[in-house]
């Protein structure tokens, strides 16, 4: 149960404002018009808005995965553009729809509609699937009376949007597999296959060379305190990710990323796509510029990126152009700002900033298979190295007992 602040008209031409507990608005003008009031507006009340977070907190509310809410963003596309209105294509929609979570979500947002509630203000309730960014999209459709085409438009986007993100974990999946091999087998060296071969040396007293002391050193202790350093790991991983909900440590630490080299490059890569991404696709929506700079923003995951756009974003107020703000934090590439001042000055913002977005995935593709490229063989020599010391460390001893028995 849900609570809901309505202001409301009575019969007799009263103005009454006030509270009311239901399960969605619907069933609250429901309840408002029972009563012989007339709702004017009807939203979710800051309490109850906490109190659903707090539950949120032991109960976390599925949403629609971002693969299938692409797929469905331009089926709805389709329907939109075929004549349908917008609550029975959203029907439609649940009726097909294979998983039971996108059923319910479309369900409830059709619900929505049909008492009245504007689209945008519709999604706005299932913030679990759609974002700011969504919303913000359908919004400036619902102004400019052009739904169907920036809906497909913004598909495209999603798809894109999700293919980027699928190529992205492609790339890293064999590094990844590779360092969990690499860690595994010296786990397994390390505490199972040198205690057996520490208790061969141990009964012959002999004495043994560094590196075998220093092998079986650390195998006693991974096999006695292993499960120490695990929780030191664990401890240190929550420490590290406390310290980074601080603002100010978490400013400091991606402005040290976008530094690094191959790291920075690949991050400022993919967010720049990712932002000229969201830009054009607003843009061509007639979204005003400072709205889609805000929107544009939130979909940043650097926090010292977000904060160069606001810092542009002050500047686009004050009167600044966008190439101009954006050139003036020094982050982005010229050709970057080269292109969006191209745009400005010829009336094609919208495919400059595209145009932008496509050089910056093809940087960011490159920089990857770079970085990929580098990464393989260095883990694969690491491991090499690692192995061959344990194999020397252990064999070093057996060729010693050899010469002296000869």
């Given at each position: 149960?849900?609570?809901?602040r ?15 507990e ?38 976390k ?37 294979p ?156 402005s ?49 990126l ?44 919208a ?23 580098i ?6 020599l ?6 061959l ?18």
């Amino acid at each position: 149960m849900q609570r809901f602040r309505f202001e409301a008209i009575t019969y007799d031409g009263q103005t009454e404002k006030g509270v009311v507990e239901s399960d969605a608005i619907k069933s609250a003008r429901q309840q408002l018009l029972a009563r012989g009031l007339v709702p004017i507006s009807v939203e979710l009340d800051g309490a109850g808005a906490g109190a659903a977070g707090v539950s949120g907190l032991l109960f976390k509310r599925k949403g629609i995965s971002a693969t299938d809410l692409a797929v469905i963003t331009k089926q709805f596309a389709l329907l939109v553009r075929s004549g349908l209105p917008l609550d029975e294509a959203l029907r439609l929609l649940a009726e097909e729809s294979p998983k039971q979570v996108a059923r319910d979500v479309l369900a409830e947002i059709v619900h929505e509609l049909q008492s009245g509630v504007p689209l945008s203000r519709a999604l706005a309730s299932q913030p679990a699937t759609f974002d700011t960014l969504y919303q913000s999209v359908v919004a400036a459709a619902e102004h400019s009376g052009l739904m169907a085409p920036v809906l497909t438009q913004f598909a495209t986007f999603l798809e894109k949007r999700q293919a980027m993100k699928q190529k992205v974990v492609a790339a890293m999946v064999y590094p990844v597999m590779l360092i969990a091999v690499s860690f595994l087998v010296m786990t397994v060296l390390m505490v199972y296959v040198i205690p057996q071969v520490t208790r061969v040396f141990e009964s012959t007293r002999q004495k043994l060379p560094l590196t075998t002391e220093i092998v079986m050193s650390i195998s006693s202790f991974l096999a006695e305190w292993g499960w120490l350093l695990v929780v030191a790991v664990l401890g240190l991983v929550w420490v590290v990710r406390h310290a980074l909900q601080n603002p100010s440590v978490r400013l400091d630490v991606d402005s040290r990323a976008l530094s690094m080299p191959v790291i920075g490059p690949l991050i400022l890569a993919y967010e720049t796509a990712r932002f000229a991404n969201t830009m054009s696709m607003l843009v061509a929506a007639n979204v005003p510029i400072l709205s889609a700079l805000r929107s544009a923003r939130d979909t940043l995951r650097n926090s010292y990126l977000r904060s160069v756009v606001d810092a542009a974003e002050m500047r686009v107020r004050e009167g600044s152009t966008l190439a101009r703000a954006l050139g003036a934090q020094g982050v982005f590439s010229p050709l970057f700002i080269h292109m969006i001042r191209s745009g400005e000055a010829t009336g094609q913002l919208a495919d400059m900033l595209r145009f932008g977005a496509d050089n910056a995935e093809v940087d960011a593709e490159q920089t990857t298979r770079v970085f990929t490229s580098i990464l393989e063989p260095a883990m694969i020599l690491l491991m090499g190295v690692m192995v061959l010391f344990i194999v020397m460390a252990v064999m070093q001893p057996i060729l010693e007992m050899n010469a002296g028995i000869r």
